[in-house]
Structures are given as structure tokens and as C-alpha cells.
């Protein structure tokens, strides 16, 4: 039986642009440090309906997205909550509906599922009021299942996207698709320059990327829903090709992208992402915890520590926040969790 979770060590950064070659375990390069774990959280705002994504706007306040109900919420610190509005054009369903949320300056972007397709949206924000809305990105593949939908900016500048390949696996090798990829883009929704391909696409070969974190360093990382074995966390590179689905977890085949952490997927279905102390940080929907995943000087992964397992149900959205937290949101009325009390929530979670 294989092992629950493994995690393997990158030889070299360079190596990565090209793929992983060689099966097996090693030993974890970094390990987290003495007390570098997560303090006792504490509930910032409760009652929410499958709280999506959430970003931070320049004066410390957050918004959030409701996946289902297509609210887009201006969350304080103390809790308050103002709705900003419906957001036209969002066709709830399935696993899709407003998504991915990002912003920059007065500009708001937002990632939904519409009737026929997923799109990119601007925004500019005015207070409280949404207008000036431009469609940047249309025709993005859209299902029942694997929708994509993270939105964040890089330390470049430029605004990523991810997107499933929708249940149509072949979807995430077809260059011309932009289902099942990591996209790069300008904030007119154009190719960002310097983009593999001269397109859109960033990486492929994707199933549905959920979560996106950039280290100190400016290394992109994204957790990634597996099938049936394997969830992963990858280390992006440009061009680079990880491997759905023709491989699920590591292979030996130098055309793909070995994965830096791989877990069971009874142990993660990794969402949201955020990078903070010298760890990355991954929500775990049907692993329903908090992973910690310390990382190495040169970006390879050390040993998964789970905090809260079962303590919370189903975590979504993971967000570093000004004040040195993490923000955490739960998915338990979602249709695949079991809702408690003063669900849905987003936790405010202190680092030591």
C-alpha cells in the first residue's frame, strides 16, 4: 500500500524547468521551526455562505467572495461586513460561481463562472460601489466540476489566473485551451510579456490549481487537486509541463513536472494557499485542516505538519493578512461539508 503522503526533495531549481526525473521517497530538506506554529484562532465574522477567496485591500480591510450567492463582502478587522453586491452575470453551479478575487490599486478583479464560460472581470472599487466593469478574459472552460477560479497578484506585477480542465482531462495538454493552466496576464487582461508561449498560458497540464503563493524569493507555488491518489503542491516554472493526465503524483518522465509535496487525497484536496514565516500554508477540504508546509532557502518542501484536523470542517480560502495572521475561511455549506453552528467562517489564525 502506498504510503499516505510523500514528499519529495528538487535537485536543483534548474531542474525544474525541464522536470523531475526518478521515483521514491527522500529525506525533507527543512523542517518548521520550534514554535513557528499557528496560535489559537478566533472567529473574525461567522454565518457566511462558502466564503470563496478573500485579498486585502490597502487599508486593511478584506473582501470576500461568496461562491453561491455571488455576493462580493467588505470584511473589517473587527468584523463588520458590508456587501458590495451581487455581481452580474455569475451562474452559480456545481463547483462554480464567484471565485477568485484580487485586487490592485482601485482596480478589483474577480473570477466567475458565467452561463456559457469562466471569465475574468475588472472592476473599479469607489467607496463602496463596484463600476466600470471590462471582461478581460472570456471563454475559459467551464463544468460541473474543476472550474480553477484563484486569482492573485505576483511580485511581478502581473495577475495569475488558475483554471481547471473541467472533467475533460485532455483539456490541461492542449496549449491552445486555456483550461487546465496557470495564466499570466497584464492588468488588461492581455499576455504579460516575457509568457512561454506568447500567449496567455503560463504552465499546463494542470487539473485544477486552487491555491497560488509566491515565496520571498519570488518562487510561485500552487496546490493542485489529484484524482484519486496524489494531491500536490508545485513549484511553477514558465512553460513548464506538470503532467495531467498523463501522471498523477511523480513519474519518471522527464516531459513532466515532479510535484515538491504529494499527500493522499483523503489528507489534503488542497485549496487555498498563502505563504507566511517561512512556511506554506494550504486549506484542506476534505482533509479538513490547516497544513503547514515548511520550506528550504532553496524552495524545496520539508515534512507537512496538520494543524486543527477536524476541528473546523472544510478549509477553503488561506490569506495572509497586514497584521502578520492568517485569514481562513470555511466551506462546510458547500454541499460536500457538514454545516455547525456559525457557518460559514473566516478565522483570523496568529503566527508565532
Known sequence: ????????????LTACSSGLAGGGEVTPTATAPAGSGPGE?????????????????????????ERDTARLLRVTRDGKVTSLGTVPGVSPAGEGGLMGVAAKDQQIFLYYTAEQDNRIVRYRLTGDRLGDERVLVRGIPKGAIHNGGRLAFGPDGFLYASTGETGEDQLAQQRDSLGGKILRMTVDGTPAPGNPFGTLVYSYGHRNVQGLAWDPSGRLYASEFGQNTYDEINLIKAGGNYGWPEVEGRSDDSRYVNPIVTWSTDEASPSGMAYANGSLWVGALRGTRLWQVPLAADGSAGRPVAHFTGRYGRLRAVTAAPDGTLWVGTSNKDGRGSPRPGDDRILSVPLS
Request: proline share 8%.
Open 1 to 12: 500500500m502506498r504510503k499516505l503522503w510523500t514528499i519529495m526533495l528538487m535537485a536543483a
Open 41 to 65: 484562532p478566533r472567529d473574525v465574522v461567522t454565518g457566511l455562505a462558502v466564503p470563496w477567496a478573500i485579498t486585502f485591500l490597502p487599508g486593511g480591510d478584506a473582501l470576500v467572495t
